[in-house]
């Protein structure tokens, strides 16, 4: 079949998110950042001309069908945008586990997916000006690591929303354009904030009570700055970053972690609340030195050799709270040996470690060291922080589904840098 005889496809791209600085303090309503991941996730959606909806995401396992009759479509439902997506009509709610296939008790990443998928479908459908008339196909696939605490369901969710807002003509497929010009219009921003908007509305069918910086910055892109209960705020000047993230695969449970600096706290009050506070003016430090990048008053140099102090003087901070981990600190140990500096990102006891790169280290030097690091039985990926957000290019060839389960990394990323 040529490019001209096949459906209507569009391409959707959506990055991860990586906390750079404050990890932990943030809990202490103090300063941390964060910066959109070079990692992303990929939606392929394809206009059908029957009346199926197709939702594949081999990530999770998942491949369900249905026909678009069998969805409330034009769901009467007008305070969607105000009420906390757990407090749906309850009538709602049964329809959606019905279609789901799953249990109410059932609670994972699969069923939370699925939930995020229907219950987006069902708000955002009475919301367009013509109803849904036929049926589409959505294939998701992720470069994220899952449960990394690298964004992976801010990146799906802000994917999937994007994805559903143009099915429905509520934005058009070139959205972004001005962002990619370094224009900006209200136009530009009024469809970037209602991406925002419901991406937010699917993190909350997943996780409940999420702060929104993880769907904001894989919406926006770049890096923001946020203190808990204080939103969040664009840092000035930012600019993009190259990052090599390890995987130490070492599994983890945030909450226990969490738990242990609270127990420390109590327990040390007078040592404890020093080390948060210095988390805090670690993060203003890093947005105080890219606004003097932005004005002139440091050099990229100076930049990076602030930043490598506030990585180690941060990670070591973390490490006294006990959070780090010997796979950690083996990453630590690795890259330090070829003058590189790390720290652990998230919540730390195994999970992922980031190391910033210095425009004069070379790629046959950074390939030592991943290889080194791979030997250890690590993951690592070679990428950046601090790039374009959500995106989204219509197909014109002769690409599938398919063509987005086997494509590599790199030849889904062309297709949003030319």
Not at 200 to 209: L, T, Y
Not at 345 to 353: D, F, L, M, R, Y
């Amino acid at each position: 079949m040529t490019a001209t005889e096949m459906n209507e496809r569009v391409l959707v791209s959506a990055p991860g998110k990586v906390i750079l600085f404050g990890e932990h303090s943030v809990v202490y309503q103090k300063t941390a950042v964060a910066a959109s991941l070079g990692l992303r996730s990929y939606l392929y959606l394809e206009r059908r001309k029957d009346n199926i909806i197709q939702l594949t995401l081999p990530d999770v396992g998942i491949s369900k069908s249905w026909n678009l009759d069998q969805f409330p479509l034009r769901y009467n439902y007008p305070d969607s945008d105000t009420r906390h997506p757990n407090d749906m009509p309850a009538e709602l709610h049964e329809k959606l586990l019905q279609l789901s296939g799953f249990a109410a008790n059932e609670n994972n990443a699969k069923t939370q997916a699925i939930m995020a998928f229907l219950y987006l479908l069902v708000i955002l459908e009475p919301k367009a000006k013509e109803p849904l008339t036929h049926g589409f196909n959505i294939c998701v696939r992720s470069f994220l690591p899952v449960g990394a605490g690298l964004g992976s369901s801010a990146s799906y969710s802000v994917a999937m929303t994007t994805a559903l807002l143009i099915l429905n003509n509520m934005i058009p497929v070139d959205f972004n354009n001005n962002n990619k010009t370094g224009e900006s219009n209200d136009r530009t921003i009024v469809h970037h904030e209602l991406i925002n908007q419901y991406a937010f509305k699917a993190e909350q069918v997943i996780h409940g009570n999420p702060s929104g910086v993880d769907n904001a910055v894989a919406t926006f892109g770049g890096a923001k700055t946020f203190m808990r209960g204080q939103g969040f705020a664009d840092l000035e000047g930012f600019k993009s970053l190259r990052l090599l993230l390890t995987n130490t695969k070492v599994p983890r449970s945030t909450n226990a972690l969490v738990a242990g600096v609270g127990e420390k706290r109590k327990k040390y009050p007078e040592i404890v609340d020093p080390m948060l506070d210095s988390m805090h003016h670690i993060a203003l430090r890093c947005r105080d030195a890219f606004k003097q990048l932005e004005n002139g008053e440091l050099s990229t140099e100076g930049l990076m050799d602030q930043l490598e102090d506030m990585v180690a003087l941060n990670h070591c901070l973390l490490n006294g709270l006990g959070v780090s981990h010997s796979s950690l600190e083996k990453v630590r140990e690795i890259t330090a040996r070829s003058g590189l500096k790390t720290k652990l990102t998230g919540a730390g006891g195994g999970g992922c470690a980031v190391t910033f790169i210095r425009d004069s280290v070379s790629q046959s030097e950074l390939e030592d060291v991943m290889s080194k690091l791979k030997a250890e039985g690590f993951d690592c990926y070679q990428t950046s922080v601090g790039g374009t957000g959500v995106d989204a290019v219509s197909l014109v060839k002769t690409e599938t589904d398919q063509w987005l389960l086997e494509a590599e990394r790199d030849t889904l990323e062309h297709y949003f840098t030319n």
